[in-house]
T-cell receptor, first 118, second 111 residues
Framework: GAGVSQSPSNKVTEKGKDVELRCDPI?????LYWYRQSLGQGLEFLIYFQGNSAPDKSGLPSDRFSAERTGGSVSTLTIQRTQQEDSAVYLC????????????????FGPGTRLTVL | GENVEQHPSTLSVQEGDSAVIKCTYSDSASNYFPWYKQELGKGPQLIID?????GEKKDQRIAVTLNKTAKHFSLHITETQPEDSAVYFC??????????FGKGTRLHILP
């Protein structure tokens, strides 16, 4: 079946511009996660959705970052007034039940969006 | 909260030899331990996982062992091949909490 998809695959923008990154989770997955990965680094948690609600936004680096999820499916991560330090790969993952599930379930990742801020 | 330490950060092994990557975790309530492989330019892909009710799991050339007493788990890759070159991430999670990833191990398979 189809996996997690993300668009665009690459985005180059100028400092100060706003960007929107899109994630389409696996059909039927109730949970969706956003991570950031700087060059050669690990996975930095940004935000987690259970359905359309975001019970954990603790990883968003600043108020320039926001995310929403509609219809329990597609999610958009928006970065306003981009800065050079925002350059990274933004990864999305989804899982069937999410954090509320017991026991924990597997997260499946998309290919990522590589964001470059000039 | 949970903390996951992963070692080594870089590992080079001769093709055909075995590779071992080790992780430790801090929260004894963690009960799910997946391993992901990330190739260049791609997202992480699950390669194997283990739950706290078993001590070892194997899938062809890949195996994972879990020592709950010592709170550590390891990934073993035997008969390594060039396509095993990638970054590997371990992770730990407990029910009702978000997953915590290690910082990754860059594995180089030398010809």
């Amino acid at each position: 079946g189809a996996g997690v998809s993300q668009s665009p695959s690459n985005k180059v923008t100028e400092k100060g511009k706003d960007v929107e990154l899109r994630c389409d989770p696996i059909s039927g997955h109730t949970a969706l996660y956003w991570y950031r990965q700087s060059l050669g680094q690990g996975l930095e948690f940004l935000i987690y959705f259970q359905g359309n609600s975001a019970p954990d936004k603790s990883g968003l680096p600043s108020d320039r970052f926001s995310a929403e999820r509609t219809g329990g499916s597609v999610s958009t991560l928006t970065i306003q007034r981009t800065q050079q330090e925002d350059s990274a790969v933004y990864l999305c993952a989804s899982s069937l039940f999410g954090v509320a599930g017991a026991p924990p379930d597997t997260q499946y990742f998309g290919p990522g969006t590589r964001l470059t801020v000039l | 909260g949970e903390n996951v330490e992963q070692h080594p950060s870089t590992l080079s092994v001769q093709e055909g030899d075995s590779a071992v990557i080790k992780c430790t975790y801090s929260d004894s309530a963690s009960n799910y331990f997946p391993w992901y492989k990330q190739e260049l330019g791609k997202g992480p892909q699950l390669i194997i996982d283990i739950r706290s009710n078993v001590g070892e799991k194997k899938d062809q050339r890949i195996a994972v062992t879990l020592n709950k007493t010592a709170k550590h788990f390891s990934l073993h890759i035997t008969e390594t091949q060039p396509e095993d070159s990638a970054v590997y991430f371990c992770a730990a999670q407990k029910s009702g909490d978000k997953i915590i990833f290690g910082k990754g191990t860059r594995l180089h398979i030398l010809p």
